[in-house]
């Protein structure tokens, strides 16, 4: 199976803030939000993948600003690091000034999907050699949220965790 860079599985989805998807005060909806995250993270991890992938989690999602009416809203979606047969993918999402068109960090969200067979089956998806150093400082990064998350879950035991033990050594 051969290797993919992050670039390959990239995803760019924009839209505009209509009026049924904002609250009373005329912000988006954070469920519009994480819809169009689910979107455009599950066609970045079929792009990796090549297969038929299934959301497993949504692991970390951060609202750290309102979105209003009217805004453009993009979300850039990459596989930020592949395991045997998923693959964590990680967004930003943009908000884009009216007037000047300057766009800013609006939103961050990790989702975790699984690449499955016709039958619902998990199948092997190929390595991410990440280029940037975005792309590898995420890249380790994932290991340790995925070791924390087999913690919580009991599916690891905190000892075998080494990636974890090595932040507190």
Do not use: C, W
């Not at 970390?60 to 045997?84: C, Q």
């Not at 993918?89 to 690449?115: K, P």
């Amino acid at each position: 199976m051969q290797t993919k860079t992050p670039k390959e599985s990239l995803t760019v989805y924009t839209d505009m803030v209509l009026p049924s998807e904002t609250n009373p005060i005329g912000n988006m909806f954070g469920g519009e939000l994480l819809a169009r995250m689910d979107r455009a993270a599950s066609i970045a991890a079929r792009r990796h993948s090549r297969r038929i992938v299934v959301t497993a989690s949504v692991n970390h999602v951060a609202f750290n600003k309102m979105i209003p009416l009217g805004s453009v809203v993009t979300v850039e979606a990459k596989v930020s690091r592949a395991f045997s047969s998923s693959m964590e993918v990680f967004m930003d999402v943009f908000i884009e000034d009216r007037e000047s068109g300057e766009r800013s960090l609006s939103n961050e969200a990790i989702y975790t999907f699984v690449a499955v067979d016709e039958t619902g089956r998990p199948v092997r998806v190929p390595e991410l050699v990440p280029e940037t150093e975005i792309e590898k400082s995420r890249f380790i990064a994932a290991l340790r949220r995925k070791q924390l998350s087999l913690v919580l879950a009991g599916k690891m035991k905190p000892k075998d965790a080494t990636e974890l033990k090595a932040l507190f050594q």
